[in-house]
């Protein structure tokens, strides 16, 4: 789609007087190709036939998630062993959700953070929704929502996930444009979609069948090497104590005031994520702690922790729902008695 050579051909241009017209022109057709493949690409693959397109990553080659013989038939095309998991693409994290067996919190929230993108999250899946060679026989699936128009678009227009392998025979050389398919499998398949892959890179694979969870393989996206937990203690009349844990190694700083705030609070958690290299979307948990203590200090660091939760869709003190019952201790029954 890329038309320089219009630039400057003087042929290609014969209406010397309305030039923008013969360019609008141009890019509308261009734009009716581009629909005219989706359409036909969503075609294909709602009756079952078997599909090469690209996503952000690398191209893909496809088929709808709930049609059996295509799976059997993209398995033979690509010469993958049976027993060897591949991985699902869906259009959205409520697509995703109805195929995996309770999805973890630490799921839930990479989902939130890194999709649309890289990251292929690994977790237990409803077995009897998903085809046994799709999860390779076992009780896991890879899946991933690409960041990628053209094949969101195809997803969300099919109304289920399709499968997702790079479009490669097995054991081959990852394609990452047009040109890098090998002829072999395309002659294969029913359509190629035209298009381009913005990374050039694989998604990262990300194993949450275990806690913490483990990176089978790096690509595109960056993730902490372990979990991220956030500490926040403000139970201390004079000084507030913030903490983060990385691999059971915990790392803190303290503001000394007498004064308990969301100002002094928030500043001094930047500050010690800046320090270890991390952001706030690296956070998968939060724990606050809920006294006995000051009463101001204490209902502080639960809205700190609260708001935090909920912004970043983590659990705080290991459940969903905000911390309410906070333990004021002295402080508490002295300030009813003044």
Known sequence: YNLPFLQDDPCANPRKDHPDKVYINIYRLIFEIMVTDVQQAITILKKGGIVIFPTDTAFGIG????????????????????????????????????YLDSPSDIVRHLMKTYWPGGLTIIAPCK???????????GDTVGIRMPDHSDILTVITAVGVPILGPSANLH?????????????VLTRQ????????????????????????????????????????????????????????????EKKETKFVSDDHTSQHVLPLIESLLLKNNLTFQDISAVEVHTGPGSFT???????????????????????????????????????IRQ
């Open 171 to 183: 054991k081959e050389k990852t394609p990452y444009s047009l040109e890098d398919l090998d002829p």
């Open 63 to 98: 088929c709808r998630i709930d049609d059996t013989n295509a799976v059997d038939r993209l398995f033979e095309i690509r010469k993958r062993p049976r027993i060897q998991a591949t991985p699902v693409l869906v259009s959205s994290i409520r697509q995703a959700l109805p």
């Open 189 to 248: 398949v029913d359509y190629v979609l035209r298009g381009t892959c913005k990374e050039k890179t694989v998604s990262t694979v990300v194993d949450c069948t275990v806690d913490p969870y483990r990176i089978i393989r790096q690509g595109v996206v960056v993730l902490p090497k372990k979990p991220v937990t956030l500490y926040i203690d403000s139970s201390n009349m004079h000084e507030t104590t913030v903490a983060v844990s990385v691999d059971n």
């Open 127 to 137: 077995k009897n929704t998903i085809y046994s060679p799709i999860r390779g026989g």
């Open 297 to 335: 200090g204490l209902r502080v660091g639960a809205a700190v922790g609260n708001v935090l939760g909920w912004l970043l869709d983590v659990p705080v003190n290991r459940k969903k729902t905000p911390v309410t019952k906070l333990d004021y201790g002295n402080d508490h029954w002295e300030m």
